[in-house]
């Protein structure tokens, strides 16, 4: 097996003692049974099953002294970016095996549960996450099936305002649950735009990430708190649909984690964009 640093990994025993960088992956560990295989987590691990484990710190930014006391079998880390490399070169220094994963795809989610089942030893639980992971997402297409995509803005960032770019997990989780990323014809992962072209663009729906509220059950007569969040903001009002109400909180874990729950997070979208049938 190779990672996205080219390194190469050969199963042999299963490995019992791990520390996830990467809050997707620790939940991708935690959902194929391997929650008693972590040593550590990081301060965005939010799954109450690890609140007893010690934290490490941030996932580019972690206590090496920690790591090596810990001693872990493998430290999975993020690969991307000038940090990565720091990263890694360090844990090399202090003699600590790393795999670097990243994962912006469904496919590259695919290919790492199924890597580190085999590391972790468990291969048919990496299997039959996967598989469920890819039956939420075909429901969540079947949802809208017949029907129009609707053009939709999610807000990464409000000041200055940042969004998805194209070829993203995000961009690629917007279409499966029958959305059009208004800025998918720009170029990069995540741009900055102005509020004249958010309003410009007219886009029908306002997606905002939020922590506390997101994923609410929207029943008849429900009011997304976030309209009244953004209809606040001199610059968000002026977009059409905050102007109207057509906003829609999201849990940001959940829809910012290319993990086994992203299934979830597209059938939540799809039945708030089209309705559940």
């Known amino acids: 097996m190779v990672d996205d640093r080219g390194r190469a990994h050969e199963p042999s025993a299963p490995l019992t003692r791990i520390v996830s960088l990467i809050p997707a992956v620790t939940e991708t560990l935690v959902a194929i049974g391997g929650a008693d295989r972590l040593v550590a987590r990081t301060r ?15 996932g580019i930014d972690p206590s090496l002294e920690f790591l090596a006391q810990l001693d872990p079998d493998l430290v999975v880390l993020w690969a991307s970016g000038a ?8 844990l090399d220094e202090i003699g600590l095996d790393w795999y670097a994963a990243a994962i912006q795809t469904v496919d590259d989610f695919r290919r790492h549960a199924r890597n580190l089942g085999r590391l972790a030893g468990l291969s ?14 075909a429901a ?3 949802l809208w099936s017949g029907r129009d995509p609707v053009e939709v803005v999610y807000v990464v960032q409000l000041e200055p305002p940042m969004t998805v770019g194209p070829g993203t997990f995000l961009d690629s989780l917007l279409g499966t649950a029958g959305a ?12 900055l735009v102005s509020m004249e072209e958010v309003v410009r663009r007219d886009p029908d729906y306002v997606i905002m990430p939020v922590q506390g ?3 609410p059950e929207a029943r008849p ?8 969040r953004l209809g606040a903001r001199p610059g968000w009002s002026a977009v059409p ?37």
């Not at 057509?246 to 729950?261: H, M, N, T, W």
Request: hydrophobic content about 40%; cysteine-free; overall charge negative.
């Open 213 to 215: 509220y997101g994923t």
């Open 83 to 90: 940090n990565g490399v720091l990263l890694e070169d360090r």
């Open 44 to 58: 965005y691990d939010e799954d109450p099953a690890l609140a007893d484990l010690p934290s490490v710190g941030g």
């Open 180 to 191: 059009v990323n208004a800025f998918g014809d720009i170029a990069g992962s995540w741009p």
């Open 221 to 228: 007569g429900y009011r997304d708190p976030s309209i009244g």
């Open 140 to 142: 969540a297409e079947r």
């Open 241 to 277: 649909a905050v102007a109207v109400g057509r906003v829609i909180s999201v849990d940001g874990s959940l829809f910012g984690r290319p993990g086994p729950r992203m299934g979830e997070a597209a059938l939540y979208l799809a039945t708030r964009l089209h309705g559940s049938r």
């Open 124 to 137: 048919d639980a990496a299997d039959s996450v996967i598989a469920r992971v890819e039956r939420d997402l």
